[in-house]
């Protein structure tokens, strides 16, 4: 078992692999929606909206995604010890639980209906939770390859 600070590191290391995919992903939902309704969208908008976005969306994002992980990563970890044949599976999982709690409890706060503009659909919801995914994966490999701590 990793040290709790090579923890708390791997923690750190997936929500930002979560936040900023997730900001992509929320970035190029609203620009197609936009698209939809006739905006024209270049690709030089499409790049400099997401560069916007990664640095002013991600950190709430990331903010939601941590607080999904503080609950999923401790629960998928103890799961997966008992179930380790389905440890990816549990990890996926945990993951994408965790965005959509966070964005469900986000929403149910939030004066406005929805606080993020990718999950007024299913597949932008989806996406964002793909994207919590990834980083619990991330965090699932770290914690399989971290050297056991020194003594």
């Known amino acids: 078992m990793p040290s709790l600070s090579r923890v708390f590191l791997y923690v750190l290391f997936a929500v930002l692999l979560a936040s900023t995919l997730g900001s992509v992903v929320q970035t190029q939902f609203n620009l197609a929606n936009l698209q939809a309704l006739g905006a024209p969208m270049s690709l030089a908008v499409r790049l400099h909206t997401t560069a916007l976005d990664l640095l ?65 659909s299913l597949a932008g919801t989806l996406g964002l939770m793909a994207c919590g995914s990834l980083g619990a994966l991330l965090f699932a490999h770290l914690m399989r390859r971290a050297p056991a701590p020194q003594s």
């Open 56 to 120: 002013g969306f991600s950190p709430l994002f990331a903010v939601l995604v941590l607080l999904g992980f503080i609950v999923a990563l401790p629960a998928a970890t103890l799961l997966s010890r008992s179930w380790p044949v389905g440890r990816w599976l549990v990890f996926a999982l945990a993951g994408a639980a965790a965005v959509w709690a966070a964005m469900s409890l986000a929403n149910s706060l939030a004066p406005m209906p929805t606080l993020i503009g990718a999950n007024r």
